[in-house]
């Protein structure tokens, strides 16, 4: 499925409005894979994107689902610590803090639809699905991608089935993709030694993503061994991607100038640029996921339309200064004539 690809380049799911059916169909359009994202909506919502995305294009294109984890939930976890800080903030905000809500985000639903939609290339964040459901999906003709971000994940992902990896540096913008939150500290890996230790055991395709920004890293992660880029924060400027314009300004400000992994958003580890919110709960955030999530909702919604960033979950990669703000279809353009030849 990859080598059909006219470009080695993936548009990342972004989750969050972000990776609208507008910009996955001109990324597919223009010759690199759009992907649509699952994770936080309802069933019926993607059924709706993916309708919209095949009034946009013909073209092969990806859904991506979050995999639950609902046996880690941690019911111990001091969500009720947390939820008091939060209420300080929300009536500062003129809102309330959300309940502390666990669900599956519609997990089985999602996983129908896309079998009767007959989704051309399907991945998978926060875990890897069962070799039953990676079967299935396959015998369906879905091409299964599942994102990792060490090695044993890589192994467990292979073993299941998978067609391909995605593999996900510490560079990434957004969610770790890591199958448990409750990890004990551990080796993360920056993404060319990333895709080296995989590639000397595991032998099925590898997708880069991390910190990708140009097209000199998108030759550097294919020289590595990587058959395809994934690429999240470069297109967060594109016209047709979902970015808020508050987020869009955030990102070219100079009042922002570090990101940071943190839980303080979700309850899962993720990377952002780092803003009053961040800095403030970063080390009081459980590892609490989703209901972090739920908590903190209505607290970023009301920043979103109050325009206020300092309450946002401002997902960036490492590289987000160098995005542009190019039409989708220019920025694949740019990219594809720094690959080929060799200079930003
Ligand atoms: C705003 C945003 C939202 C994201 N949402 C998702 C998501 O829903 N599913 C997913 O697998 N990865 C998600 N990611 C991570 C990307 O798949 C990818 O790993 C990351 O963007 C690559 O790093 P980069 O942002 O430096 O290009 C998101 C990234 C960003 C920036």
Redesign the pocket.
């Known amino acids: 499925m990859l080598d059909k690809l006219k470009y080695p380049i993936i548009q ?5 409005g ?1 990776s609208t059916p507008a910009l996955a169909a001109a990324v597919s359009n223009a010759g690199g894979l759009g992907f649509l ?1 699952a ?1 936080y909506k309802t069933t019926e919502d993607l059924r709706k994107d993916i309708q919209e995305f095949r009034n946009l294009s013909s073209n092969i294109f990806g859904v ?1 689902l ?1 995999v639950p984890n609902l046996n880690e939930i941690n019911d111990n976890c001091n969500v009720d610590d947390y939820r008091a800080k939060l209420e300080k903030e929300a009536l500062l905000l003129g809102t309330t803090v959300g309940d502390p809500i666990v669900d599956d985000d519609d997990w089985h639903n999602k996983i129908d639809l896309i079998k009767e939609e007959k989704i051309p290339v399907v ?1 998978f ?1 926060f875990g890897c699905p069962s070799t039953e459901t990676i079967k299935e999906l396959k015998q369906n003709g879905s091409f299964v991608i599942v ?1 990792v971000t060490n090695l044993e994940e890589a192994k467990i992902a292979n073993e299941s089935g998978a067609d391909a990896l ?1 593999l ?1 540096g510490i ?5 770790r ?1 890591s199958f448990s939150n409750n990890m004990e500290p551990h080796e993360e890996y920056g993404l060319l030694v990333f895709i080296s230790i995989v590639k000397k055991e595991i032998d099925i395709p590898i997708i880069a ?5 140009d097209g000199c890293t998108i030759t550097a992660v294919l020289g590595a061994g990587a058959s395809a880029a ?5 297109f ?1 400027l594109c016209p047709e991607s979902g970015t808020n314009p508050v987020y869009r300004k955030a990102l070219t400000d100079s009042d922002y100038t570090t990101t940071h992994i943190t839980r303080a958003f979700t309850g899962r580890r993720a990377r952002g640029l780092v803003n009053y919110f961040l800095s403030t709960y970063d080390k009081e955030a459980p590892a609490a996921y989703p209901q972090v999530h739920y908590m903190t909702q209505k607290l970023r919604k009301e920043a979103v339309q109050s325009d206020n960033p300092k309450y946002m979950s401002l ?5 987000y200064k160098l995005a542009q703000s190019l039409p989708a279809a220019d920025l694949i353009k740019t990219l594809m004539l720094q690959v080929n030849t060799n200079h930003v």
């Open positions: 990342a799911p972004m989750a969050g972000v994202a994770g991506n979050f991945s964040t994102t995605c996900q560079e990434a913008g957004g969610h993709a993503a991390g910190g990708i920004m994934q690429l999240g924060t470069a967060l997902w960036a990669g490492q590289g």
